[in-house]
């Protein structure tokens, strides 16, 4: 043999080498990629389940909120713990509702030839009481 044929035969061994140390790294790495997919999908199967019982546990607490703003409890609360009690009907009194007052006018100015501007917001009142008024 020789010298030439020896570097080739060389050359060949190592190119075998290489390719088969680079299929052995190719399976070890799908191998890895394998094994860390199903364990994130044991880990999202893990996070759904806290998921569903952090949701259930939130609409427990919504209703419990809920239960408690209710008026029984609000009034079981104010008779028991705070010592109110119910009105007699004598002391209840009934408030009408009235229509809010609209914007007025703020002038120096004086209307011409009408009553003083200041006069005509309290006219303007003493109409709306008496046209509420039964």
Do not use: H
């Not at 080739?8 to 860390?36: D, E, H, N, P």
């Not at 104010?78 to 009907?89: C, E, F, K, Q, V």
């Not at 009934?94 to 030839?113: C, I, L």
């Amino acid at each position: 043999m020789t010298a030439r044929r020896l570097k080739k035969s060389w050359r060949k061994g190592l190119i075998k080498l290489g390719f088969f140390l680079y299929l052995v790294a190719g399976v070890f790495c799908l191998v890895g990629l394998r094994s860390s997919a199903i364990s994130m999908e044991y880990d999202i199967g893990k996070l759904q389940k806290e998921k569903e019982s952090i949701i259930r546990e939130r609409k427990l607490l919504f209703a419990q909120k809920a239960g408690s703003f209710s008026m029984k409890n609000v009034e079981d609360a104010a008779i028991n713990d705070l010592g109110m009690s119910l009105p007699d009907r004598e002391k209840v009194i009934y408030v009408k509702r009235m229509q809010p007052a609209g914007p007025r006018e703020a002038s120096v100015k004086a209307d011409a030839g009408s009553t003083p501007s200041w006069r005509s917001p309290l006219s303007a009142f003493k109409n709306m009481r008496r046209a509420d008024d039964p």
